[in-house]
């Protein structure tokens, strides 16, 4: 895939601080799967399972890592982490788009907002009284921000996307389209049979370097904050409740919901549509997978899973009846224990 | 918590109808919770397990219940209901921002909509031809309000809300930012295996004191309407489909997904992440679990749930396994019964 | 219902390529179910089941198939496929609401963007340098179109979508409101503890005759694209993760998740909330029940299902115990056994 950029092989083998093999001369203009690439495009191993595709590439160069270079038939970048270094290398073929500064025509900013001047605000962007936006954000067409909000330098919020008052979102952070920060949490109290409305006074506080998918919708605290540390990665439609804190570089695949009060630490992986009871603590380094049902805090970290992988149809109804009367066969296990027990006694 | 309005406690206890105990004079302004609050604050006792934080508070005031006046070592303001008595209070302290009645020059009303001079209508909100919108509404920025439909008096559309044509909200609703109402049903027909769309001329009716989180979407129906009796509460990412009814103050947490023509009855309430199949009926007062699966009609109010609580990874690897293998297991446990049978047999 | 449209079952019929029976002169000017139906009105028979209803119906005239005309009591149009005739019947008498060609005072159009002189902009909309807007598109109040990104001729996006730069969108689409199109996909590198965003430089292809419901979220390709094939049909609240394939005329019913680079086949069904995980195939006609957790590549086509269905929470709770203790059971099973087997010995 053509890349907007070109750039030697020798230069870019600098910037990802790897070591060249090969011909630093050679211009990449682009990138693409091992098996894919052509000659001026750069491709990479990431796991030693690809290696044949490897020993048949016809890229220009691959990163990959030390072990690998005696495979590779062609130019190459050696690095410890390959992945990593194909991050940073697509970073600077493709560099990301930054609008340039400057406020739309047609968005509407409310006097007693701080704009810094390097802000870029699309069409039709809304900002209340009191909002301050750093240096170099990025607010997206349709992007509301409300009063007293705040957005630290670099973050971007890419289109139609809600950030309630109050609410403040760190430094370098990214914000896919469609997602809702600082709404309500359902805090309700019950008047004979009424549920009545408990106003929800907290906020959402978001730490530096969050990245967060589309309709995402993170509520904010109803007494004291929601909290996303730095480096948090949310993946599309998470939900995060009230009073939620998520530690630090904690990654969370998508349709994941969190209900309320729940602290989840550090570092930790949750695996797409889980769904996390509220008031529990889930420790620093904790993995769940996908689907997974987490009813009780997790204390110490490793993996952790729940759920029935799909079956064939009739297999499935069957095993679903088994389950129901799973009461009734342990009883049945118990009698015959009781009466082989017996037989037993009486051969004596 | 710093409020914006400051009260003294002998107001307040009128306000919320509860019985002072202590300092009427004393002034409030502000709210925490039991174990933070100071001197000018208002805390409430949620539980009688908290009462051990209750004895070493440093509230100003506690709101609590009558069983737990000789436990507080504060001044105090006794209710049956304390947590109802809490929403009141935060509703005296932090009052509701209202912005005030009028039309944002950037909003586009189209010719023959209907508003009422006391409602406001933000920056980039649009209305189309023969829509309503009553006295004391709320449309926040990029709100979309379709052909002819209605919004009751004193409901609030928070931010990039979609309401389609022909959908009518009631009264005090409060809507999240990123909610459709009024999608069209997934109805299809199958045209010799390609799917053909079938349009969606029903609508969606949402009653009096509804609330809706952020990025809820509520379909159409098909023939005949979708029905949001009064007082329900749906939370966040709440999927709501064709020609359901919900019954009047049912509670419907995050990421809960409801087909097809399922009828729900009047308070009930449904966990986090629950799965509700269509075309089934769900009685009064019925709760169900987070995340529970439900497949066919509940007909009695009572408590339903399903679904496996995560376990270790490598547990739940292998009662994966044997969940498999119930079935034969099942028919090991006949054999068991018939061989043991046999040998009991030869004994008589 | 009544229909804006009114038309004698005579022209209807034709329409249909159906067979009349009764009075052709008869005018249909709504519909309503059969139970419902008054004489100018039209209903349908959906289901034999439904018989009863028929053999009582009020209706004007009813759509069935040639085994029902005996038990019509009134005029009739038979067709082989009632429910297709139906969607074509309700397509004629309410037809769809088209706003006229034109570009909204409010829209935002970039310089360098090519919009045909016959598609809708409505206000609120933005369209960035060098998309392509096609004949008949209609672009609803607040959606996005990023730069050098298409719409093919006839493809409606009804409010508040954001169609990331870039991606395509073929023929005679519909997508509802909220939904998200080119989001980057949960690319991750991790670099000593910390993530690091993958830039997501491939794109999002829709073919034809798609359709997505409210607040879905499709991410675009890491590398290459994510592809959804002509003819398929999302209800609300899909995710859609990068790379992920689907296959023509495959339709997934709300909050299903699919990770990414998994690949769909043609004329599958996914039912509402499954959740599918990434790098896996699943072959063509595969259905998959609601709320089914597919954990691995399903080969052929037929019926896949798992989760536990709901019941009363007193013996959900003693069953989890049971599943939780499966792995115990199986070994006094074996013990039991064994030990029979020795009893059994001994008689020998």
Known sequence: MKAPVTISLHELAERLGGELRGDGELLIGGVAGLDQAGPGELAFLAHRKYRPKLRETRAGAVILSPAEVEHCPVAAVVVTNPQLAWARALAVLYPEHRPAPGVAPSAVVAPGAEIDPSAHLGPCVVVESGARIGAGVVLGPGCFVGREATIGEGSRLLANVTLYHDCHIGRNCLIHAGTVIGSDGFGLANDGGRWVHIPQIGRVIVGDDVEMGANCAIDRGALGDTVIEEGVKLDNQVHVAHNVHIGAHTAIAGCVGIAGS??????????GAAA??????????VQIGGMAMVTRSIREAGAWASGLPAQRQAEWRRAVVRFRNIDELVK????????????ENKED
Chains 1, 2, 3 share one sequence.
């Open 332 to 343: 049945r296990v118990e009698e015959l224990e009781r009466r082989l027990q017996e037989q």
């Open 262 to 271: 729940t602290r989840i630490g550090a570092h930790c992986a949750v695996g």
């Open 276 to 285: 996390i009871t509220g008031h529990i603590e889930i420790a620093d380094g």
